[in-house]
């Protein structure tokens, strides 16, 4: 197919952006605290990014059109990213002591992951591509931007790192599940 960087790197990413929530609502008529409110307006945009958004599966017998799927991949996931960002940017920081810094890492870690990609679309849609030889150097060359986000987990891991928005994720049942599906590895009681 393509180097395994790219791919894991694109399905992580793809994966963080196609967080899907369950649609069930709380029992409980009781109000939530703001900070559980807000996490879970963080969760409903993962949600929203990533509605739709799969890595394309790419025949490298036919390496003109695999590089046209990817770009056209990496382009929608880097315009999920602005979409993603602006959204949080809209809800503001979250209401909690200390909530400012974490979320100013939260948005810098994903501007990073969006830039990332990015580099990756213009350097592949630069890129001469007629055999399956050039593709494999153009995804060499793309992987490389790539590669600098192949760990990040996303905005939600990034938040979760503060202990008051690791209890606001984890007392809202539409986080706990996101954070599960994509792989955050801070569920409730888990310790970390």
């Given at each position: ?7 894991r ?19 409980s ?13 963080v969760c409903a945009?993962?949600a ?11 025949d490298?017998a ?16 880097s ?33 990073r ?11 592949l ?12 150097s153009a995804?060499?060359?793309a992987?490389?931007?790539?590669k600098?986000?192949?760990a990040y987990?996303?905005?939600?891991d990034?938040l979760?790192?503060?202990p ?12 706990v ?16």
């Amino acid at each position: 197919m393509f180097p395994r960087q790219v791919n894991r790197a694109m399905a992580r990413l793809a994966l963080l952006a196609a967080v899907g929530l369950p649609a069930a609502a709380c029992g409980s008529s009781a109000q939530p605290p703001p900070e559980v409110d807000w996490a879970g307006g963080v969760c409903a945009h993962l949600a929203d990014s990533g509605a739709g958004l799969a890595v394309p599966t790419v025949d490298k017998a036919q390496p003109v059109r695999a590089k046209g799927q990817l770009v056209t991949f990496l382009t929608a996931l880097s315009e999920r990213l602005g979409a993603l960002r602006a959204d949080m940017q809209k809800d503001g920081a979250p209401p909690v002591d200390g909530g400012a810094a974490a979320f100013g890492t939260a948005l810098a870690h994903l501007d990073r992951a969006r830039t990332s990609v990015g580099d990756a679309v213009a350097t592949l849609s630069k890129a001469e591509v007629t055999d399956q030889k050039s593709l494999k150097s153009a995804l060499d060359a793309a992987g490389s931007s790539l590669k600098a986000v192949s760990a990040y987990k996303g905005p939600a891991d990034d938040l979760r790192a503060d202990p008051k928005l690791r209890k606001a994720f984890d007392d809202n049942p539409d986080c706990v599940a996101a954070v599960t599906a994509a792989g955050g590895g801070q569920g409730p009681g888990d310790g970390s």
